[in-house]
């Protein structure tokens, strides 16, 4: 390790910067945050740096010469991308004592500027010397995907709190309490941007009661890589996981080792455990402290009794938070190669389901669907779509619409067959797995099978 790694503190100090172009703006942008005062050479008003954040720097058309170290500066950066330029500026530096850093130039640097990843006083820097810059710009990508982008805000929180805290709790007690709270529902409220909702959560925590959370999140339609970075951070930090069939054994490989699961069921033949029961159970673990992860396939919005669950906890005073997820109409028309809408062929789509509960008919109005001459995104359609194609039909819309049936969409066994209208029903009888039924002029657009290719290998076989 021949860097050693040592914050500075640049506020209100100021910076030489010798330049101002791409370079020297790559640079500014990274000293700003730290509230450092800039005083920018070589940096003429039409320069990069000059229009991006002429405001923010200040700038001196002339070479950097012996007079700008009379402003005392704690840093030099030469970064004017000419090499004899930025060699004189830093021999200028090093004889006023002030540590150089030269872009690029090793050799004339006495610090080296990291990657730097942030939030707010939460500050990481990453160097590995100018030996492997492709893998600190890896790691660095690595870390700006897990650090919650307002982790910097719960820092913040904390901090202002830390005197509360000393007051009300003494020992070892403190430090278990500070590791509740920065993985409790406090901060989650503060990453949710609920201040005041955060500040009454801390305040039970902080009178021994330790208040569950239940995060209701969508998984996305199946493949992990469509899960968001939130729905991940949170089931890995979960306590009790309670999935259904929808979400996929990836996922569940990626939620917390440790973390309890429990299968709460949901097809339609395999109702492992009534809602009802799902929501008292929730609300149960939520009391016992623990932190829930209700995690469900698709949006838990869309077609997902999200909101009855929402409404069950919150019916308890139970604190709840929804994650969004990839819902299957999204995934399987990416994968599938459908736009939903596309300019002159659909400008609108309707997303319905064709099972009420208890798998009967919904009262959808197929007609009204019909005339709007969009894309159609059928739900829960696979055992109905003889008589959601007859509904259409009858609705006015042309045996010969396309169509697209997706089973398993985004898994490693995602079907497609391509039909029309009036082979819906056949169609959606080549497959078991959940589907889901696109049907407008967009689905001729879809890869994969076709139904009468698939009719006719039959017959030959
Ligand atoms: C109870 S709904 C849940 C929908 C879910 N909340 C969502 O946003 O995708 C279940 C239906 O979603 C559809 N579905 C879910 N995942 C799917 C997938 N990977 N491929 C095709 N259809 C899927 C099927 O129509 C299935 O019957």
């Not at 033949?269 to 009534?274: E, F, I, L, N, T």
Request: proline fraction near 5%; charged fraction near 25%.
């Amino acid at each position: 390790m021949r860097y050693f790694p040592a914050f500075m503190d640049l506020q209100g100090a100021t910076v030489l910067l010798s330049g101002g172009g791409e370079l020297a703006l790559r640079k500014a942008r990274l000293l700003l945050p730290s509230g450092a005062r800039i005083v920018a050479f070589s940096a003429s008003e039409n320069s990069p740096l000059a229009r991006e954040l002429g405001g923010q720097v200040i700038l001196r058309a002339g070479p950097l010469s012996d007079t700008a170290f009379a402003e005392n500066p704690k840093l030099l950066v030469a970064a004017t991308g000419d090499e004899a330029e930025d060699e004189r500026a830093a021999k200028l530096g090093r004889a006023h004592g002030v540590p150089v850093n030269a872009v690029d130039m090793p050799h004339l640097c006495d610090v080296v500027i990291p990657s730097i990843v942030h939030r707010g006083d939460l500050v990481v820097g990453i160097s590995t010397g100018g030996a492997a810059p492709v893998i600190g710009r890896r790691l660095r990508e690595r870390l700006e995907q897990m650090l919650p982008a307002r982790l910097g805000e719960v820092i913040r929180f904390g901090k202002e709190r830390r005197g509360i805290v000393s007051e009300a709790i003494q020992g070892k007690g403190r430090r278990a309490f500070w590791e509740r709270f920065y993985s409790g529902p406090a901060a989650e409220a503060v990453m949710a941007g609920d201040e005041a909702r955060a500040e009454s959560l801390f305040r039970e925590e902080l009178e021994g009661e330790t208040p569950g959370h239940v995060h209701i999140v969508g998984a996305g339609p199946g493949d992990p890589e469509l899960l968001t970075l939130k729905a991940l951070r949170v089931c890995q930090e979960a306590d009790v996981i309670l999935h259904d069939n929808l979400v996929s054994d990836e996922i569940l490989a990626l939620c917390r080792r440790d973390a309890e699961r429990i299968y709460v069921g949901k097809k339609r033949s395999d109702h492992a455990v009534p809602q009802a029961e799902i929501g008292a159970l929730m609300v149960r673990l939520a009391r016992e402290g623990k932190r829930v992860v209700r995690l469900k396939g698709g949006d838990p919005f869309i077609f997902g009794r999200g909101g009855e669950e929402l409404e069950a906890l919150q019916a308890e005073g139970i604190s709840a938070t929804v994650v969004p997820g990839i819902s299957a109409a999204l995934g399987c028309a990416a994968n599938a190669e459908v736009p939903l809408t596309h300019r002159g062929l659909s400008q609108s789509v309707t997303f319905v389901t064709a099972e009420a509960g208890g798998g009967g008919a919904p009262d959808i109005d197929w007609a009204s669907l019909a005339k709007l001459r969009g894309t159609i995104v059928v739900y829960m359609g696979v055992r109905r779509a003889g008589d959601v194609a007859g509904d259409l039909l009858k609705g006015g819309l042309d045996a010969s619409t396309p169509v697209a049936v997706v089973a398993d969409g985004t898994r490693d066994t995602e079907r497609v067959i391509r039909a029309d209208l009036a082979t819906l029903g056949d169609a959606a009888a080549q497959i078991s797995a959940p589907g889901l039924l696109i049907i407008g002029e967009v689905a001729a657009k879809a890869k994969g099978e076709d139904l009468l290719a698939l009719a006719s290998q039959r017959q030959a076989a």
